[in-house]
């Protein structure tokens, strides 16, 4: 199956700084990366997701990289505010197993500082 | 438009005891997958049910079981409880079976297995 992995596993910047969190998989047929948003005792949301036959995704301050070659693909959030703090987990999936199976990296805490 | 329900939202139960948990899917989404998720880890695939039937199964032993109904809600079951299923369960909801890739999940339930 799959392997993500995510780095770094807790981050702090300061309040208008960017952040940027890495994933690399394992799988070459991983065609969905979608990157989900856990605040502390609530749901995973979804944040933005992209697709394998495409290299950058931007929506607002939040913009997803992906290297297929390297297999790798980055978060970027662009002015961090406070309410951006949360644990951030990215995902890939692979068409063998199904859409809906995502294998999901272990997460990285972001703490925004005032 | 409804979003992903979990309920209960918490549970105790003991070694050896079964459980049900329930979730009932985003309006307009035929699709649910059920995830596990360990404290301080990503949420990983159990199954996936679409038109009632289960249609992908990630690396979890058969006394985790499911249903689908035709209202597309669904049902968790895990029999033979051990102190290892302690975790939050996560229900998310999509569209189209193993197509669709965006997934919705619900608040989950937090088992705690003693």
């Known amino acids: 199956g799959e392997n993500v992995e995510q780095h770094p596993s807790t981050l702090s910047v300061q309040e208008g700084d960017s952040a940027v969190i890495k994933c690399t998989y394992s799988?070459?047929?991983?065609?969905?990366f979608p990157w989900y948003k856990q605040e502390l005792g609530k749901r995973p949301q979804l944040i933005i997701d992209?697709?394998?036959?495409?290299g950058e995704k931007k929506d607002q301050r939040i913009a997803v990289t992906l290297n297929k070659t390297a297999k790798h693909f980055s978060l970027h959030i662009t002015e961090t505010q406070p309410e951006d703090s949360a644990v951030y987990f990215c995902?890939?999936?692979?068409?063998?197993?199904?859409?809906?199976?995502?294998?999901f990296g272990t997460g990285t805490r972001l703490t925004v500082i005032p | 438009e409804t979003g992903v329900t979990q309920s209960p939202t918490h549970l105790i139960k003991t070694r050896g005891q079964q459980v049900t948990l329930r979730c009932s899917s985003q309006?307009?989404?035929?699709?649910v997958s059920w995830y596990q998720q360990a404290l301080g880890q990503g949420p990983q695939f159990i199954f996936q049910?679409?038109?009632?039937?289960?249609?992908g199964r990630g690396n979890f032993p058969p006394r985790f079981s499911g249903l689908q109904f035709p209202n597309y809600s669904s049902e968790l079951n895990v029999n033979a409880l051990e102190l290892d299923d302690s975790a939050l369960y996560l229900c998310?909801?999509?569209?189209?079976?193993?197509?669709?890739?965006?997934?919705?999940f619900g608040s989950g339930t937090q088992l705690s297995v003693l």
């Open positions: 998310a909801s999509s569209f189209g079976g193993k197509r669709e890739g965006k997934l919705f």
């Open positions: 799988d070459s047929a991983s065609n969905y």
């Open positions: 992209i697709r394998s036959n495409v």
């Open positions: 995902a890939a999936t692979i068409p063998q197993t199904g859409a809906n199976n995502l294998f």
């Open positions: 309006s307009g989404h035929n699709t």
């Open positions: 049910y679409y038109r009632e039937e289960e249609n």
